[in-house]
């Protein structure tokens, strides 16, 4: 849903024609965990030829019921005191759509996706099917080998990826630092011993893509 409303910029605008530019601001919700499940369909035993993907948004009726509920969540705050002083007019879906029918038709003809692809190296127990680090970060059967990213949650977190990552990373960072992480490699080498080296592989931002 975009409002118009003021908003702080990071820095100076000169405004557009004598009257001044107009101040929008953009308010959106979106679903962490869905009902609905995509697909993806290999059509062509060419390795290179690109396999039918679907999406499958909204399809399960409790997902476009939670984004309709949204759309009434976000109009009650934009009611509140002292936002609504600020607040000429909702450009999306609007005011005058007001029926559950209509409300549904918008979400359906305006739905969207924003993806941060996580899970595909989860973490888990040595030996599981799909468990590739453990708690630790450390990549099973290898020595002085960590990954820290989106990519080892096994689970969907209900808040920007990015932030969790990043609370991840640090704590992995801190145990690597400490000596808490189990590998032996990273114990204090014996005299005339070269110490053996440690690899991490670790990204501070969201892996995203649109």
């Known amino acids: 849903m975009r409002r118009t409303a003021p908003h702080r910029p990071c820095r100076r605008r000169r405004p557009r024609g004598r009257g001044g530019g107009r101040r929008r ?16 369909e290999i059509v062509s035993r060419d390795p290179d030829a690109a396999p039918r993907i679907g999406l499958g948004l909204l399809e399960h009726p409790d997902d476009l019921r939670r984004m309709v509920s949204g759309i009434h969540h976000m109009r009650q705050v934009a009611k509140s005191s002292p936002l609504r002083n600020h607040i000429k ?34 973490m888990g127990r040595e030996r599981t099917s799909a468990a590739v680090v453990d708690q630790s970060g450390t990549v ?45 490699n990273l114990r204090e080498p014996a005299a005339g011993q070269r110490p053996a080296r440690t690899h991490v592989a670790m990204r501070f931002c969201q892996t995203s893509y649109a």
Not at 92 to 112: F, H
């Open 89 to 122: 007019a909702e450009t999306w879906p609007g005011l005058v759509v007001t029926t559950g029918a209509d409300l549904e038709r918008a979400v359906l003809e305006g739905k969207n996706i924003c993806c941060h692809a996580i899970g595909t190296c989860v």
């Open 25 to 40: 601001a953009a308010a959106g919700h979106g679903l962490s965990r869905t009902a609905s499940r995509g697909g993806i």
């Open 140 to 184: 099973h059967g290898t020595d002085g080998l960590y990954v820290m990213d989106a990519l080892i949650r096994p689970d969907i977190p209900e808040l920007p990826t990015g932030t969790t990552t990043m609370m991840s990373a640090e704590r992995i960072a801190d145990d690597l630092r400490q000596g808490d992480c189990p590998p032996d």
